[in-house]
């Protein structure tokens, strides 16, 4: 049974990024592989033996209140250092970075990834595409946020940013190291880019798995990538 862990919904589902757990669950079922995902809040402490750890975006307050709770004893680090999958989209990819700057303040991430995030100049909004190595097919989804976020010295991008901002810095979206991915795509990304549910879906069961025949998913991409300038 995979346990998806969607962490503090009620603070990070501002953007509709829950819907990544249904898509993983489901893309799951298609191949027969049981699946439940387990919603953790913020005034619980956060299971340890997940095999994927979700956190989507938020506002600023919530995003706040959702690392102040998930600093207690560390145990997403935990996990991603024994392998976990963790998917990380903007207010989330900022909390698990090692410091995340507003106005007038700084807090320590998480520090699952060596990134740092700043306030930009001004909001980054709209449809964004890019292109990650693992996929021959850029990726699509949308993007709303004001912070900018900047990699440690040879830390790999989640993708190159073909059209919108990502990390606004240096045309790059996003960071990864092992398991643990950052993003600022929405959409939800997993339900816009099915093809990264099925490599979330590999690197937790530590094997390959079956393509499937999910047309609609399928066309559904295509008719997104093909509006890419
Ligand atoms: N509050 C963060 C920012 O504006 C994250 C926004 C989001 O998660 N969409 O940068």
Request: proline content about 4%; glycine content about 12%; hydrophobic content about 40%.
């Amino acid at each position: 049974m995979l346990e998806i862990i969607r962490i503090h919904n009620e603070l990070l589902g501002t953007y509709g990024d829950n819907g990544n757990a249904e898509v993983l669950k489901f893309r799951a079922g298609l191949r027969e592989i049981k699946a439940r995902v387990i919603d953790v809040s913020y005034l619980d402490p956060l299971p340890r033996g997940g095999d994927i750890y979700l956190l989507g975006g938020a506002e600023d307050a919530a995003q706040l209140l959702s690392l102040t709770a998930l600093r207690k004893g560390s145990i997403l680090a935990r996990a991603a250092n024994k392998g976990a999958v963790v998917l990380a989209v903007c207010a989330g990819f900022q909390i698990v970075g090692t410091t995340y700057r507003t106005r007038d303040q700084e807090f320590e991430g998480l520090g699952l990834l060596d990134v740092t995030t700043a306030p930009g100049d001004g909001r980054l909004v709209g449809d964004i595409a890019i292109k990650s190595p693992f996929f021959a097919e850029p990726m699509t989804g949308f993007e709303n946020h004001s912070s900018v976020t900047t990699l440690g010295e040879g830390v790999p991008p989640f993708g190159t940013v073909i059209a919108g901002n990502g990390n606004g810095v240096a045309g790059l979206d996003g960071a990864m190291s092992n398991n643990v991915f950052g993003t600022y795509l929405h959409g939800p990304v997993l339900a816009r880019n099915p093809e990264f549910a099925d490599l979330m879906l590999e690197r937790a069961l530590g094997e390959a798995i079956s393509s499937v025949d999910d047309e609609l998913a399928d066309q559904y991409a295509k008719w997104r990538r093909a509006v890419i300038k």
